[in-house]
């Protein structure tokens, strides 16, 4: 069985930063990729990052320069670091992850089959 568990969230001011971790457990190997999603209630879920097991990463427009993702494949953790924040990323974060190699360019929910069960970011002045 896999779990997948966030932390990290927290409330910051508009410029600060936070750094999410998705630690995951049940992985036969570290050849798996990771997503990071955002949800704000009464939208849909907006993909913001991802990394396969090459290392290559995706970024959302919205997030590019400001947000880098990676992954410690020895501890089995991946990370969020989140720079310059701002208002609009304030949302519920949540890490998931799929037993695959490689990631389409966009990747959806529906390319993942494990979730994280969320944390919080809030960024307000």
């Given at each position: 069985q896999v779990l997948l568990a966030e932390s990290g969230g927290g409330s910051v001011q508009p410029g600060g930063s936070l750094r999410l971790s998705c630690a995951a457990w049940g992985f036969v190997s570290s050849f798996y990729c990771v997503g990071w999603f955002r949800h704000v209630p009464g939208k849909e879920r907006e993909g913001v990052a991802s990394i396969d097991t090459d290392g290559k990463t995706t970024y959302a427009d919205s997030v590019k320069g400001r947000f880098t993702v990676s992954k410690d494949n020895a501890k089995n953790i991946a990370y969020l670091q989140?720079?310059?924040?701002?208002?609009?990323?304030?949302?519920?974060?949540?890490?998931?992850?799929?037993?695959?190699?490689?990631?389409?360019?966009?990747?959806?929910?529906?390319?993942?089959?494990y979730w994280g069960q969320g944390t919080q970011v809030t960024v307000s002045s």
């Open positions: 989140m720079n310059n924040l701002k208002p609009e990323d304030t949302a519920t974060y949540y890490c998931a992850a799929e037993a695959r190699y490689y990631l389409p360019p966009r990747p959806a929910p529906t390319d993942f089959e």
